[in-house]
């Protein structure tokens, strides 16, 4: 089994450093996703490890082996791309099969590694077709067949079910978990703009932002004890409702109190010194409920706009607790407000989240 261990690693183009100097290990078997906004370096970072971009400083090991200076193909990984990349000529089966006859494989396990790649992935009845007579999610099933079959000790894919339409995004996506559990030993390095696609195949999500690692961990850990505001916006759908605040008193758990001047506990500690304070206090939109009859409420405002998604409803509340943007709170199933309602909201303590004036969550100091 083999590990990847990214030390220092520094990426330039010219004189614009876009990575800055990445750490990180990547266990033997691990699913790792990197995520982050558009231009944050995810792809450059995978396609360094795959020896596709050079490193411009620190180095890369795979499996113990620093491989800075090791070409592509002696690196024992193989790499699934958004665009599929087969050969239009070639059917599928010599397609799946030309890496294997560049390094000369037997004609017998060149069949072997091919057939057995084809009913792990289910298209044996298509080998004899060309790409062009197949779904975009077949084509891509192909280029995941033909990774397979490279027995690789790390698998990469770049962004490869962001082709495809929603179903057979759901479909391929199930495919690439199945994979996983049945290759347990493969290490996996997936890029990705998709969260469910994170949350649902990571081990463990690295959270990039503008070349800098935010923050690594198992995808539930990430969602409920984001390290900083980067995250705690990043991973959640809507984002999480983040309103300026300032510490009234500090301790094992915080007092803070709201633009609006309501006053509410936050259990987490806070130091003494931090007292008075400029903070941002946050909760997600699902956490958040309608508060009950008599119950000391977390905030109310007037309902702006309300979307009704059928298994949940969107509620958008102004008020003056966010600078610009509307609270968002996300009720299970239907609900009954309209627009121009006063609504109060409620959430559990330990749903309510506090980050310091760099927007660093109290959690982790
Ligand atoms: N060949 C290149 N020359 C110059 N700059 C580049 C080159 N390739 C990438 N970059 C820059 O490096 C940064 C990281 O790019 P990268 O493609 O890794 O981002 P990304 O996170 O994968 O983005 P996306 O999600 O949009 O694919 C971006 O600012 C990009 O403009």
Redesign the pocket.
Known sequence: MTGVTLNKVK?S??N?E??HGVDLDINPGEFVVFV????????????MIAGLEEISGGEISIDGQVVNQIPPSKRGIAMVFQTYALYPHMSVYDNMAFGMRIAKESKEEIDRRVRAAAEMLQITPYLDRLPKALSGGQRQRVAIGRAICRDPKVFLFD?PLSNLDAALRVATRIEIAKLNSKMSDTTMIY?T?DQVEAMTLADRIVV?SG?YIEQVGPPLELYERPANLFVAQFIGSPAMNIMPAKITRTGETTEIELKDGKRLEVPVKTPEGDQGKSVSFGVRPEDVREAEEGEDFLFEGKVSIIEALGEVTLIYIEGELIDEDPIIVKLPGIHEGRPGDTMRFAADPEKRHLFDEKGHSYLYR
């Open positions: 990426k183009y010219g614009v876009v990575l982050g906004p558009s231009g944050c370096g995810k792809s450059t970072l995978l396609r962004e890029v703009h990039l070349g």
